[in-house]
């Protein structure tokens, strides 16, 4: 989109001269939905989002709540998870302060779906699953089976804790 990578941007803006034009341009009541913090990467996929290259996906997380996010036309799987911890993350710091979601315990218990489907593949594309422009997902519970080779490590603990000596 914009054509340029992080390393160039030294190239057309010093630091001191770049940061006051985001902080600017940020203010602008027209982009008001793009993130204070946001990186070059976020405001290309929301120019992406315009020109019709990105879609935004709106997620239905279990307390029924919504949350909007952006991803590339080919992302997979796990794009969509980084978009998800990022808009999540965002949202708690600027709400709540400094916290801490251990995504990995999200991850294990709960999963994306899409219709009747569930998103358990992290290299597969978002595509491949019918998903579209402004199409649902929602957040699942999801507990992890011997047959994707993941093992709860409390059977493992009350295993070796049966070997210890007293």
């Known amino acids: 989109m914009l054509g340029i990578m992080r390393g160039d941007l030294g190239t057309y803006f010093r630091r001191s001269q770049f940061e006051p034009l ?12 793009v993130p204070k913090n946001a990186t070059v990467a976020d405001i290309d996929t929301l120019i992406g989002v ?10 239905l997380k279990l307390d029924g709540s919504h949350l909007e996010v ?12 980084q978009a998800v911890m990022k808009y999540v993350d965002f949202q ?6 400094q ?7 999200v991850w294990d218990h709960f999963c994306l779906s899409y219709g009747k489907e569930k998103l358990l593949d992290d290299d597969a594309r978002l595509h491949d699953f019918g998903i579209r422009k402004n199409d649902e997902l929602r ?7 011997r047959e994707e080779g993941r093992h709860s490590r409390a059977k493992k603990r009350r295993f070796f804790h049966g070997l210890r000596k007293t």
Do not use: C, Y
């Not at 708690?92 to 302060?97: D, V």
């Open 70 to 81: 952006a991803v590339l036309n080919n992302a997979k799987v796990r794009d969509l998870k």
């Open 22 to 33: 985001v902080s600017t341009l940020l203010d602008d009541p027209i982009l008001a939905d």
């Open 99 to 105: 916290r801490h979601i251990s995504w990995k315990h």
């Open 92 to 97: 708690e710091q600027s709400h709540l302060g």
């Open 50 to 59: 315009e020109l019709g290259s990105a879609m935004k996906l709106s997620i």
């Open 139 to 145: 957040f699942e519970h999801h507990v992890a089976t």
